[in-house]
């Protein structure tokens, strides 16, 4: 069975990802340690990132590991069907890892196309891909991608595969968790408000629950969008919520 080096997950902890050198493919020793499990199944590519939310969709926000080729994965950031390929609509629908023998990252539009994003990954040996995702301690949520040639895994394969895989992640999940909060801590005012925004009360109504101005609670409210870096009260409220602040 494969099994995670503790001593990697715990190297320097605190720091971040970034912090450790990376050999030759850009992975540093966690990275690669990710690669070793794929391997170790038959996969020779691998990508783990952050699970694509409608506020940061981009393939190049979301991804924490991956040894593609540098020229696949530099297309891929240019053409950017991630947050609608079929692989991130098989895994919002179903928590059950999938194996595909069709490229999973496209929206599958240009699947037959010489030439497409699609064919781009076949050429480079990713002709079949096995995905699941993954929730860590603090509901932080991970898609997991192995690719290669391999043949498709048996549920007994896939079952310990998955298990390894939450295994390692659990281990080191301290070290590549991303940071997600507002840019500035709210104030219980602000988060008053946004509440009674998001129950769909107007900023006359607010006023009147809070027994303070209509003025101030717009004041209140562009305070929290701007923390939130939010252009409107509908994107502050789903931030604030996605943040646990509501």
Not at 150 to 155: H, I, K, M, S, W
Not at 189 to 214: N, V, Y
Not at 219 to 231: E, G, Q
Request: with cysteine.
């Amino acid at each position: 069975m494969f099994r995670v080096s503790e001593s990697i997950c715990r190297e320097e902890e605190g720091k971040g990802v970034s912090a450790i050198p990376v050999d030759d493919a850009g992975l540093c020793p966690l990275g690669r340690q990710f690669a070793a499990l794929g391997r170790r199944y038959g996969f020779d590519y691998f990508l783990v990132s952050t699970f694509p939310k409608a506020d940061k969709p981009e393939f190049s926000a979301n991804i924490l590991f991956c040894n593609w080729p540098h020229e696949l994965k530099t297309r891929y950031r240019t053409e950017d069907q991630f947050a609608s390929s079929r692989l991130v609509a098989r895994l919002k629908q179903s928590i059950l890892p999938f194996q595909s023998d069709e490229c999973v990252f496209t929206d599958g539009k240009d699947k037959d196309a010489e030439g497409g994003i699609a064919g781009a990954f076949r050429d480079f040996g990713m002709g079949a891909s096995l995905a699941f995702a993954i929730h860590d301690s603090e509901l932080a949520h991970y898609l997991f991608v192995f690719s290669g040639e391999r043949a498709e895994l048996d549920r007994q394969e896939i079952a310990s595969f998955y298990f390894e895989s939450l295994e390692l992640l659990d281990n080191c999940s301290s070290r590549i968790a991303q940071k997600d909060g507002p840019r500035e801590k709210l104030s219980a005012r602000e988060i008053e408000c946004l509440r009674w925004s998001a129950a769909g009360k107007s900023s006359d109504e607010i006023a009147i629950i809070l027994s303070i101005s209509s003025h101030t609670v717009v004041s209140y409210l562009k305070s929290a969008m701007r923390k939130l870096d939010s252009v409107n009260r509908m994107q502050a409220v789903a931030r604030a919520c996605r943040f646990r602040l509501l």
